[in-house]
């Protein structure tokens, strides 16, 4: 009798890819999403599970250095400490190395799992690690997670938006003669793709599982800019004047009047700090707040887009991106930066689709109709 054969669950080398459809803006459009599929990590294997991260990992970061299942001495404890995933990130130039711990379990990651992790980073050096959870999380483990350690930047990731993750978190913008290397904070992803109008915005940060588009309209939000010093703009305090009568004159179109106010906020070695809150009109969610970073050249604009109902934790979530930024010249950027491309590939892509006729109502009623790509709708 021949021996029946279990279903081989093995995860494939590339994500299945997931298609959906949504309402366009009119019933002559649809949108059609084509995006990764991630497997039931409940049907896998620690093994499994820990293969498909580093796949992914490696299809989304093609130019950087990724092994599985490394050993690295520890400085204080002399042995040998196990890695699930080690990226040396090259993308941007700079020399950044994260470790990757694939937690595997049956329950949430708790804070002791968050300390032991931070204990092994600390051991062996590495000030960036990542821990991927398919049950979640708890509240105290987030919050650990998010404190970090002494020169360690740890965050916890869930395996459901881990296709979400570009950018490790981190990227490098430059506009005139300033130049960040920037970070999002924990369970968030940047995003450097353009916004219009163009010059706008150098990237944008917002929540794991959200599109920018969602995440502008839910009202947690951050985007970043430079406005180089001139004649007509010379010091900080005359850009946030001019920021200020727009922010002024957009109210005022809507009928409102802007409440506008200077907070304390965070302190930064030999560069000015400002921030701001405006409260707009109600087309907007929340307040919106701007964090000025003051360089000679020019200033760097962190825009925080809120929710009202969030306002108190989206309001740390900014302060700690501008607490964490690396701002320097322009000619300090390793060598080659500025000429470099991301060559990694598009994650989600979005189609706009548009009725072309109607056919004949196939077998069973109903009608049947032809649409045509309209738009390319960035992610």
């Known amino acids: 009798m021949p021996v029946k054969k279990k279903p081989d669950s093995r995860p494939p080398e590339k994500p299945v ?11 002559k459009h649809i949108y059609l999403t084509i995006e990764p599929d991630e497997p039931d990590q409940k049907k896998l294997t620690w093994k499994q599970y820990e293969m498909y991260v580093f796949n992914l990992l490696r299809g989304q970061f093609p130019n950087s250095d990724i092994k599985r299942d490394v050993r690295l001495r520890g400085m204080r404890s002399n042995t040998l400490r196990q890695i699930d995933i080690l990226v040396k ?35 062996i050096g ?8 398919g049950q979640g999380y708890t509240k105290a483990a987030f919050e650990r997670a998010r404190q970090g350690g002494r020169d360690i930047e740890l965050r916890v990731i869930d395996f459901r938006y881990l296709s979400d993750y570009h950018g490790l978190g981190s990227a490098i913008a430059w506009f005139g003669q300033v130049a960040m290397f920037v970070t999002a904070p924990s369970e968030w992803v940047i995003d450097n793709q353009p916004i219009e109008p163009p010059n706008h915005t150098l ?7 959200h599109t920018r588009e969602s995440a502008m309209r839910h009202g947690a939000f951050i985007y970043g800019n430079v406005v180089t010093k001139d004649e007509t703009l010379p010091t900080l305090e005359a850009i946030v004047e001019l920021h200020n009568r727009n922010i002024e ?65 989206l309001r740390q979530n900014l302060e700690w991106v501008g607490q964490h930024c690396d701002l320097v010249n322009i000619d300090q950027l390793p060598p080659g930066v500025l000429s470099q491309r991301d060559t990694r590939p598009p994650q989600r892509l979005r189609l706009l689709l548009e009725r ?13 109709w032809t649409y045509r790509p309209y738009q390319f709708c960035r992610r």
């Not at 020399?95 to 949430?108: M, P, Q």
């Not at 960036?128 to 959870?133: A, D």
């Open 17 to 27: 890819l997931r298609l959906r459809h949504e309402p366009g803006p009119d019933d």
């Open 89 to 123: 990130e090259l993308v941007t130039g700079l020399n950044i190395t994260i470790a990757f711990d694939c937690k595997h379990y049956n329950r949430k990651l708790n804070v002791r799992h968050v300390e032991t992790f931070l204990s092994t980073l600390d051991d």
């Open 126 to 133: 590495v000030s960036k690690g990542v821990i991927i959870t």
């Open 203 to 209: 990237f944008s940060m917002y929540p794991l599982g």
């Open 249 to 313: 004159a957009n109210a005022a179109e809507h009928g409102a009047t802007a409440k506008i106010e200077c907070l304390e906020t965070i302190s930064r070695r030999n560069e000015r700090v400002l921030l701001r809150r405006a409260e707009i009109h109600e087309g907007y969610e929340g307040p919106e707040y701007t964090l000025y970073i003051e360089r000679p050249q020019g200033v760097l604009l962190l825009v925080l887009l809120a929710r009202a109902d969030e306002e108190k934790e």
């Open 356 to 368: 072309v006729d109607a056919e004949r109502p196939p077998e069973g009623g109903g009608t049947s």
